[in-house]
């Protein structure tokens, strides 16, 4: 047995090169590859604060991913690291299951008193994909077994666990492993196509649907399921006592300019909710679902199924109490009225850019503080490059959208010290999905360098991007 292991401080002492090759030898050699086609793949972070990142090397880099939903708050909120810092000095119990949490107790008031109607009972997982599967399990459960179909769309991004990957239709999730049975698609936004799935699964009981899984709005492409759509589909549900699940996993906490993108509309509250990302804060692994208590009361509520769904970091002490910081943050810091100012300052400034960009800007989508932009494709024009990329590369039809969207996002790392990412739902976007605690002097500064960038015209970025990402120049 090798005793060498590292320390912690050996470990941040290691180079880049070092690290790539642990990846590959330890962790996953698929995802350096593909992180290193990008200049951050290069580059190693010395601390986060508010919306920046500061590297190693010196440079400070302007996070517009958000951290990709978890950092509503920014990098390492004061408040936060307070509260988990008060936490440890009082050596206060992180989870035991024979004694109660006064956390996970007073964690779930405070959510049963920011949502509508009767959504009072919360459970708290770790992920996203969690909760979803939880979520799923108590629908299933609350027929007892005698319903076998759950439908969800054909845009859907729900999670990869087996249960959450069986329900996400988005090719992000592109090899078909083993999935849980009845799983059926509708059209995104359809409410015919609702309809048509429940007539065609009725059986001598009536419909065989246990459950409807919807996202009010796709934060991976972006797009809205639409007011008339979820409030007819909530009627439809009660008609025929169908659970009604959300995903906000990311638009929830204030993200889309509302607590969770539903509340914008009166009569659409679900019979379950589920939501993570911003829930911690930015710093805790948790993730929670929000039943109505009749649906929680029938499904578990007896002695018997009282513990039938149960994990071990379920309540972890200092999760919690993050996540009940985290939560008091936003609605005294107004986090809806900043992901609506950010809205207004985004959405003014890329319509600037689509307007004198005709060509290269086709989109822009979004809502809040995550918006996104659809670029004109052309396929003709990478082409040209045949010689460098790898031909296989070109039997992927998102191929063209991937290769101008991913050279958009380099520049403006390598160049303009700004980190953006992209959504790989049917379309690829570029996604800009700032924290809400982003000030107007950095979006400027991004609107500004989003100009240059595209002023440098396709041909130049695609250059700079295929010698960077196929030949390592």
Same mark, same amino acid.
Request: aromatic share 12%; charged share 25%; with cysteine.
């Given at each position: 047995?090798?005793?060498?292991?590292?320390?912690?401080?050996?470990?941040?002492?290691?180079?880049?090169?070092?690290?790539?090759?642990?990846?590959?030898?330890?962790?996953?050699?698929?995802?350096?590859?593909?992180?290193?086609?990008?200049?951050?793949?290069?580059?190693?972070?010395?601390?986060?604060?508010?919306?920046?990142?500061?590297?190693?090397?010196?440079?400070?880099?302007?996070?517009?991913?958000?951290?990709?939903?978890?950092?509503?708050?920014?990098?390492?909120?004061?408040?936060?690291?307070?509260?988990?810092?008060?936490?440890?000095?009082?050596?206060?119990?992180?989870?035991?299951?024979?004694?109660?949490?006064?956390?996970?107790?007073?964690?779930?008031?405070?959510?049963?008193?920011?949502?509508?109607?009767?959504?009072?009972?919360?459970?708290?997982?770790?992920?996203?994909?969690?909760?979803?599967?939880?979520?799923?399990?108590?629908?299933?459960?609350?027929?007892?077994?005698?319903?076998?179909?759950?439908?969800?769309?054909?845009?859907?991004?729900?999670?990869?666990?087996?249960?959450?990957?069986?329900?996400?239709?988005?090719?992000?999730?592109?090899?078909?492993?083993?999935?849980?049975?009845?799983?059926?698609?509708?059209?995104?936004?359809?409410?015919?196509?609702?309809?048509?799935?429940?007539?065609?699964?009725?059986?001598?009981?009536?419909?065989?649907?246990?459950?409807?899984?919807?996202?009010?709005?796709?934060?991976?492409?972006?797009?809205?399921?639409?007011?008339?759509?979820?409030?007819?589909?909530?009627?439809?549900?009660?008609?025929?006592?169908?659970?009604?699940?959300?995903?906000?996993?990311?638009?929830?906490?204030?993200?889309?300019?509302?607590?969770?993108?539903?509340?914008?509309?009166?009569?659409?509250?679900?019979?379950i909710l589920t939501m993570a990302k911003s829930f911690g804060g930015g710093k805790a692994s948790i993730s929670g679902f929000v039943a109505r208590e009749k649906v929680f009361n029938k499904a578990y509520g007896n002695l018997e199924d009282s513990i039938i769904h149960s994990t071990t970091y379920n309540g972890f002490g200092e999760e919690t109490i993050t996540a009940i910081e985290a939560v008091i943050i936003i609605i005294e810091g107004d986090y809806l009225g900043k992901a609506r100012e950010l809205n207004t300052l985004l959405t003014c400034g890329l319509s600037k850019l689509k307007r004198k960009y005709p060509n290269f800007i086709q989109e822009i989508r979004g809502e809040g503080a995550l918006m996104g932009l659809k670029f004109v494709d052309n396929f003709m024009l990478i082409k040209q490059?045949?010689?460098? @990329?790898? /031909? %296989?590369?070109?039997? $992927?039809?998102?191929?063209?959208?991937?290769?101008? &969207?991913?050279? !958009?996002?380099?520049?403006?790392?390598?160049?303009?010290?700004?980190?953006?990412?992209?959504?790989?739902?049917?379309?690829?976007?570029?996604?800009?999905?700032?924290?809400? @605690?982003? /000030? %107007?002097?950095?979006? $400027?500064?991004?609107?500004?360098?989003?100009?240059? &960038?595209?002023? !440098?015209?396709?041909?130049?970025?695609?250059?700079?991007?295929?010698?960077?990402?196929?030949?390592?120049?």
């Open positions: 047995m090798d005793e060498n292991l590292f320390s912690v401080d050996q470990i941040e002492q290691l180079s880049i090169k070092e690290v790539h090759d642990l990846y590959k030898k330890y962790v996953n050699p698929g995802q350096v590859e593909l992180i290193s086609a990008f200049g951050f793949g290069w580059d190693q972070v010395e601390y986060a604060e508010e919306e920046k990142i500061v590297l190693k090397s010196g440079r400070t880099i302007y996070d517009f991913t958000g951290g990709i939903g978890v950092l509503n708050h920014g990098h390492n909120h004061p408040r936060i690291l307070e509260a988990r810092k008060t936490f440890q000095e009082k050596k206060r119990l992180e989870v035991h299951k024979n004694f109660f949490s006064p956390y996970i107790a007073g964690l779930s008031a405070n959510i049963s008193k920011l949502l509508p109607e009767d959504l009072n009972i919360s459970y708290f997982p770790n992920s996203g994909g969690e909760a979803v599967e939880g979520a799923i399990k108590m629908a299933y459960k609350y027929h007892e077994g005698n319903r076998s179909r759950i439908l969800c769309s054909d845009r859907s991004f729900h999670g990869k666990l087996l249960g959450s990957a069986s329900v996400t239709k988005s090719p992000e999730v592109r090899f078909k492993f083993p999935q849980i049975p009845g799983v059926h698609e509708f059209k995104f936004g359809c409410i015919e196509s609702i309809k048509k799935q429940i007539e065609t699964l009725k059986n001598n009981r009536g419909t065989d649907v246990y459950a409807i899984l919807v996202e009010p709005f796709s934060a991976s492409s972006l797009t809205s399921s639409g007011e008339d759509f979820l409030k007819e589909l909530r009627q439809i549900c009660f008609r025929e006592d169908i659970i009604l699940i959300y995903d906000e996993v990311y638009t929830g906490w204030a993200k889309t300019g509302h607590l969770f993108n539903f509340m914008q509309f009166e009569n659409c509250t679900p019979d490059f045949s010689k460098i @990329i790898p /031909s %296989k590369m070109f039997k $992927d039809s998102r191929f063209s959208q991937k290769l101008i &969207t991913g050279a !958009v996002i380099n520049y403006l790392y390598c160049e303009k010290n700004i980190l953006t990412f992209f959504g790989s739902n049917q379309e690829i976007l570029l996604i800009i999905s700032p924290s809400l @605690i982003t /000030s %107007k002097e950095s979006i $400027d500064y991004f609107l500004k360098s989003l100009d240059e &960038t595209i002023e !440098v015209g396709l041909f130049q970025l695609l250059s700079k991007f295929v010698k960077f990402k196929f030949s390592g120049k």
